[in-house]
């Protein structure tokens, strides 16, 4: 009977195990991670964690680029950074204004960190915190538990340099992309360049709460002319300018010019979603995200 007992424990414990979708942890180079959250939508086993976020571990203590959707997808990315370094977080860098991006941040606050944003990002994620809360209530339920409105204890306007243990990083807010406030961050040691949302990788994009895609693919051509060696994206796994640029820039020009067609020819949202996008196919979350893209950018770009 005891062993019965064990057993059904073992079984409930495995149980809650699996209900957590776990966060893989990419080494880049020397003390620098990717750290890769699922590819698909929101839910409660990713607490909101549906991200790639980033990581430098230094003499001084670990710079994380951004804290995850949730307060329990803090401490769900801080168990995940725990297997590759035992330094603490003293650094945490919004990215900018979606939710996972900054929501983690009372978390990490607790624990000492000084987070930073753009002026843009904090402005953006205050205007939308409420209706980030009430969509994460509605997915995350109780496992939105703990979770708090944090901003940045310090915002730069266009660009910062942050000098931290014997590493320099460059904060540059370059205009809208994905958000209103997203940024870059470059190394220049490793020539790793952290994009945020400025960059999809394996999934197919949402052209994203900023509605500004003629912006983002300027930010763009600004964040890939530092010439990275690899790129930390916001949405998938660690890539070169090459497989950004053919499933991010690539993406977004495309659309543009077949919405622009659509508009020319007096067509409506209709026609916009009839568009062939099959040579984005391949990509994570294209049935579920396409049509809603195409519609996307013909409300974007129909009163430009």
Do not use: C
Not at 68 to 75: D, E
Not at 175 to 185: L, Q, R, S, W, Y
Request: hydrophobic share 40%.
């Amino acid at each position: 009977m005891l062993k019965f007992f064990i057993a059904i424990g073992l079984l409930i414990s495995s149980l809650n195990v699996l209900a957590e979708v776990p966060l893989k942890v990419q080494k880049v180079t020397e003390n620098v991670y990717a750290i890769i959250g699922e590819l698909v939508q929101r839910s409660p086993e990713n607490y909101a964690n549906n991200a790639t976020f980033g990581l430098v571990v230094t003499p001084k203590g670990a710079v994380l680029i951004d804290s995850g959707g949730s307060y329990l997808g803090a401490q769900q990315l801080h168990k995940a950074i725990q297997t590759v370094t035992d330094q603490p977080v003293k650094i945490v860098i919004n990215a900018g204004g979606q939710d996972h991006r900054w929501l983690g941040n009372g978390y990490f606050k607790e624990k000492g960190a000084r987070i930073i944003s753009s002026k843009a990002a904090l402005e953006d994620q205050t205007k939308r915190a409420d209706d980030q809360f009430f969509m994460l209530n509605l997915l995350l339920k109780d496992k939105l538990k703990g979770t708090k409105k944090v901003y940045a204890d310090e915002t730069f306007e266009d660009s910062m340099t942050l000098d931290f243990g014997g590493e320099k990083f460059t904060l540059v807010h370059a205009g809208a992309a994905h958000t209103k406030g997203d940024i870059f961050i470059w190394m220049p040691s490793t020539k790793v360049m952290f994009s945020g949302d400025i960059v999809f990788t394996d999934r197919l994009l949402g052209p994203g709460p900023a509605a500004d895609t003629a912006s983002w693919l300027k930010v763009f051509e600004k964040m890939v002319s530092y010439k990275p060696d690899t790129i930390v994206p916001g949405h998938g796994t660690p890539s070169t300018i090459k497989k950004a640029t053919a499933e991010t820039y690539d993406y977004i020009a495309y659309m543009r010019k077949e919405v622009g067609k659509v508009l020319d020819n007096d067509g409506d949202m209709q026609d916009a979603v009839k568009i062939d996008q099959s040579k984005f196919s391949y990509l994570k979350v294209f049935d579920q995200m396409s049509g809603r893209a195409a519609q996307s950018f013909f409300s974007e770009m129909e009163f430009e």
